[in-house]
Nanobody, 124 residues
Framework: VQLQASGGGLVQAGDSLKLSCAVS????????MAWFRQAPGKEREFVAL????????YYSDSVKGRFTISRDNAKNTVYLQMNTLKPEDTAVYFC??????????????????WGPGTQVTVSS
């Protein structure tokens, strides 16, 4: 499975941005797709996840109500719509896949497939 995130950029606080993650290779409806982010000097942290078949979304408390994860199976793409962005959202954002979708897991150690990140910078 190959993942490629895109859509990052420089925005102002309060703006919106939509990230895309193109998925290629063999996937399964049981996969769990997730977004993580890593700010400078900090650990990579969970942001949002959903099952590839589109159910069971889950968000970190810091983005709940502002970010929305979604997917377009026809395009093999997972999205992260980010609204009301804050300077603390500044980070490199990564998409990831967990092939064992029987359990929804936030820990990055469970995700064996990662794409290169895309930088999101939110100015105040």
């Amino acid at each position: 499975v190959q993942l490629q995130a895109s859509g990052g950029g420089l925005v102002q606080a309060g703006d919106s941005l939509k990230l895309s993650c193109a998925v290629s290779g063999r996937t399964s409806s049981s996969y769990v797709m997730a977004w993580f982010r890593q700010a400078p000097g900090k650990e990579r942290e969970f942001v949002a996840l959903m099952r590839w078949r589109g159910e069971s979304t889950y968000y970190s408390d810091s983005v709940k109500g502002r970010f929305t994860i979604s997917r377009d199976n026809a395009k093999n793409t997972v999205y992260l719509q980010m609204n009301t962005l804050k300077p603390e959202d500044t980070a490199v954002y990564f998409c990831a896949a967990d092939s064992n979708g029987s359990i929804l897991r936030q820990g990055k150690r469970y995700y064996h497939y990662w794409g290169p990140g895309t930088q999101v910078t939110v100015s105040s």
